[in-house]
């Protein structure tokens, strides 16, 4: 049985986050299989354009060239082309109506920027980070118009949708493929969702997957 630890990161560098401390972290977990949260449709174009590279992708690249690994894009859920538009515009309003909303975003940032990966694998960041979706959630609410309220039905679905993706693909791989140490780099947002999901699959699916959380020693 394979063991794979659950790293969330961030895509850009941020202050503490960044590519050094991640590949200071792959080179402690030794991984022989990566899982990326990348499309497989954009994985060789994304790779072979730089200026297109992730935080994740950039240490990822560092890290192959010492110990080869085996590379899992599992991101391939079709999310509708407006909707990154469509939520930038509803962020924008929310933060323009809702001062706790932006204060919270912002000391997660700092904090982010401060402390790094060990702030976005902790409990702390989870509690956080719900409290913001949650401040978010309420602004639209309150203040949104019907339009904006079912945006923001359809967008919590998708996302559900597609970390319900993410977390197929792992398991497919680990259904047919055979290693003893991987890692899944995936957006801090996500884990609450993710780690949700791993216990419930634990359970359906018990022993076919060992998972670890990352934390720094």
């Known amino acids: ?13 941020r202050g503490s986050c960044n590519e050094g401390e991640l590949i200071r972290i792959l080179e402690t977990i030794g991984p022989e299989v990566i899982f990326e949260e990348i499309r497989p449709s954009d994985f060789e174009t994304h790779y072979r354009d730089k200026s297109r590279h992730t935080l994740e992708m950039r240490a990822i690249t560092t890290y192959l060239k010492v110990r080869p690994a085996r ?89 559900r949708r597609r970390e319900n993706a993410m977390m197929e693909n792992v398991y497919g791989f680990c259904r047919t493929s055979t290693f003893t140490e991987g890692v899944f780099l995936v957006g801090a947002a996500h884990m609450s969702f993710i780690v949700e999901g791993i216990e419930s699959r634990m359970r359906q699916e018990f022993g076919l997957v060992d998972w670890k959380i990352w934390s720094r020693p």
């Open 71 to 159: 590379q899992v894009p599992v991101d391939d859920y079709e999310m509708p082309e407006s909707f990154g538009r469509n939520m930038w515009s509803l962020d924008q309003f929310v933060e323009s109506r809702s001062r706790e909303y932006y204060a919270a975003l912002d000391a997660i940032f700092q904090m982010t920027s401060e402390f790094g990966f060990r702030y976005l694998n902790s409990p702390d960041y989870v509690a956080h980070i719900k409290r913001s979706d949650q401040l978010f959630e309420e602004t639209v609410c309150k203040c949104g118009s019907d339009d904006q309220k079912e945006l923001l039905s359809m967008f919590n679905a998708q996302l």
């Open 1 to 13: 049985m394979g063991r794979i630890t659950l790293v969330g990161t961030v895509h850009k560098e």
